[in-house]
């Protein structure tokens, strides 16, 4: 099967190098954790949490070749090969299909801004083509915070109708949970083999009840199990109650940097905390607020 398992993923953070390039080794690991211990039903590397957009391309490109080589089951992992020349992103592409990586997050082209929809449809399906290869499964990433480029429903349902399976879903990082839904509606969500996937574990049972496939979140990096817990015990629950709590507190800090502090904690590894520039570490001030906030959760939930 081409298509990744739905649930609950995390956007994973990146650990560097001193050097500045990606330790490509910890990262594997880091996922592996993520997928077993973490909580997560699958992972999103080198999407914005884990700051793809820094990345080299020789790093990404060698990315997928050494989760395959490490034998991390691809239908637990989404990769972000988004790129503003349609040739990079076809590149990445390429190289993690080739890798038996179908699944892959693309953001739209995001320096040129405004772009018209006829311009949108044209740098997917040209993405689609030249990969030319069946088991591709693209999810369009739609993050107009960041990226300054949204991607409209009616780009999404032309895509959908004329690459078939290819197009097999959505990441919704807008924050916005009626846009999820729309995207959800407009394509028929998990019943019409479309997977839209909010960025927030807040919205996980209005997502699943609205025909949405999970969520790729930043702060399942440190509370998927929360979320874990939460999805069997129901929206009613303290398990839940406890999942919009985490995700509060990680809203108040600088996402990426916030995660590899915790991740940091967690190994008592210092080096998780390098970012590429131009993100920073959190100052002393929001470790020290962080760690008093995570404090004031309860213990996360042990993996089942």
Known sequence: ???????????????????????????????????????????????????????????????????????????????????????????????????????????????????????????????????GDDRLRVYLYHFPQMSMTPIPVDVVVRLKKAFGPVIAGLKDSSGDMSQSLAFAKATGGVDADFDVYPSSEAFLFEGLAGACAGIISGSTNAFANYAKQAKSEGPDSEAFALVKAARAVASKYPLMAAMKQMEAWRTGDDSWTRMAPPLVPLTAEQRTNLKADVDGLKAPAPAA
Do not use: W
């Open 1 to 131: 099967m081409s298509k990744a398992i739905r649930g609950i993923y995390a956007a994973a953070v990146s650990p560097f190098r001193e050097d500045g390039s990606l330790d490509i080794p910890k990262l594997i690991a880091y996922c592996n954790h993520l997928i077993t211990d973490g909580g997560c039903d699958g992972v999103a590397p080198t999407g914005t949490t884990g700051e793809g957009n820094s990345i080299s391309m020789r790093d990404r490109l060698a990315l997928p070749g050494a989760f395959a080589e490490a034998g991390f089951d691809p239908s637990r992992a989404i990769f972000g090969t988004g790129a503003c020349a349609t040739g990079d992103a076809v590149e990445l592409t390429s190289t993690a299909v080739a890798a038996g990586f179908t699944n892959v997050l693309v953001l739209p082209p995001f320096y040129y801004k405004n772009p018209s929809d006829e311009g949108l449809y044209a740098y997917f399906s040209q993405l689609v083509e030249k990969v």
